[in-house]
T-cell receptor, first 114, second 114 residues
Framework: GNSVTQMEGPVTLSEEAFLTINCTYTATGYPSLFWYVQYPGEGLQLLLKATKADDKGSNKGFEATYRKETTSFHLEKGSVQVSDSAVYFCALSVPGGANSKLTFGKGITLSVRP | DTGVSQDPRHKITKRGQNVTFRCDPISEHNRLYWYRQTLGQGPEFLTYFQNEAQLEKSRLLSDRFSAERPKGSFSTLEIQRTEQGDSAMYLC????????????FGSGTQLSVL
C-alpha cells in the first residue's frame, strides 16, 4: 500500500538557521507529492507540490525535489523565520484513481526561536 | 471563495451518544473528503464523495459512522454510539476534481468523548 515516513520531531531552530525535514514514501504507480503546513489554530494548507520525478516544488522560500531514485521529497529552507513555526506534513496522492485522496505522514512540529 | 467551513469547532459528548458534524465545501468543488486526525498523527482518510455519490470508504469507517452529501453540496458525518476511541479532530476537505490537485481543508471539528 501507499505510505509516507517523516523524520521524528519536534525540531527547534534559531531564526535564520537552515531547515531540512526528511520525507520518504512508498507508493504504487507514480504519485504526486505534497507538503502541507498547519499553523497554530488554522487548517491544513498546501505549501508546495511536485507531480513528477525531478520536479522541484517551491513556495515562501521552501523547496522540495521529487527524487524517484531515493523515493524522497525532503523539505528545505535556507533561513527560517519565527513565523515558520508550524506542523509540517508530507503527503502523496496516486493520480489516475477515482479521486485525489492524500496519504499523510505523521507530521513534524517546527519551532523557531527569535 | 469563503473556504471550507466546519461546524461545530468543538464537540464534547458522553460515551454512547450520537454526534453529527457538518462540512460546507467551497461552492464549485465537486469532490469532498473526510479525514480523522489524532494527536501526534497525520490525517487519515475516512471517505470521499464525488458530488452526491459516496465513492470510497476506508476500513477505518466502522458501521457506527455514516456520511452523506445530499444534492452534492454540504456533507454531514454522523457517529452513533460514540466511544472514547472516537475522540479526534475530524477534518473536511474539498477539491475541484483534477488528479494531482491540492485539497482545501477546513479547520476541523474536535471531538472529545468522555
Amino acid at each position: 500500500g501507499n505510505s509516507v515516513t517523516q523524520m521524528e520531531g519536534p525540531v527547534t531552530l534559531s531564526e535564520e538557521a537552515f531547515l531540512t525535514i526528511n520525507c520518504t514514501y512508498t507508493a504504487t504507480g507514480y504519485p504526486s507529492l505534497f507538503w502541507y503546513v498547519q499553523y497554530p489554530g488554522e487548517g491544513l494548507q498546501l505549501l508546495l507540490k511536485a507531480t513528477k520525478a525531478d520536479d522541484k516544488g517551491s513556495n515562501k522560500g521552501f523547496e522540495a525535489t521529487y527524487r524517484k531514485e531515493t523515493t524522497s521529497f525532503h523539505l528545505e529552507k535556507g533561513s527560517v523565520q519565527v513565523s515558520d513555526s508550524a506542523v509540517y506534513f508530507c503527503a502523496l496522492s496516486v493520480p489516475g484513481g477515482a479521486n485525489s485522496k492524500l496519504t499523510f505522514g505523521k507530521g513534524i512540529t517546527l519551532s523557531v526561536r527569535p | 471563495d469563503t473556504g471550507v467551513s466546519q461546524d461545530p469547532r468543538h464537540k464534547i459528548t458522553k460515551r454512547g451518544q450520537n454526534v453529527t458534524f457538518r462540512c460546507d465545501p467551497i461552492s464549485e468543488h465537486n469532490r469532498l473528503y473526510w479525514y480523522r486526525q489524532t494527536l501526534g498523527q497525520g490525517p487519515e482518510f475516512l471517505t470521499y464523495f464525488q458530488n452526491e455519490a459516496q465513492l470510497e470508504k476506508s476500513r477505518l469507517l466502522s458501521d457506527r459512522f455514516s456520511a452523506e452529501r445530499p444534492k452534492g453540496s454540504f456533507s454531514t458525518l454522523e457517529i452513533q454510539r460514540t466511544e472514547q476511541g472516537d475522540s479526534a479532530m475530524y477534518l473536511c476537505a474539498s477539491s475541484p476534481g483534477l488528479d494531482g490537485e491540492k485539497l482545501f481543508f477546513g479547520s476541523g471539528t474536535q471531538l472529545s468523548v468522555l
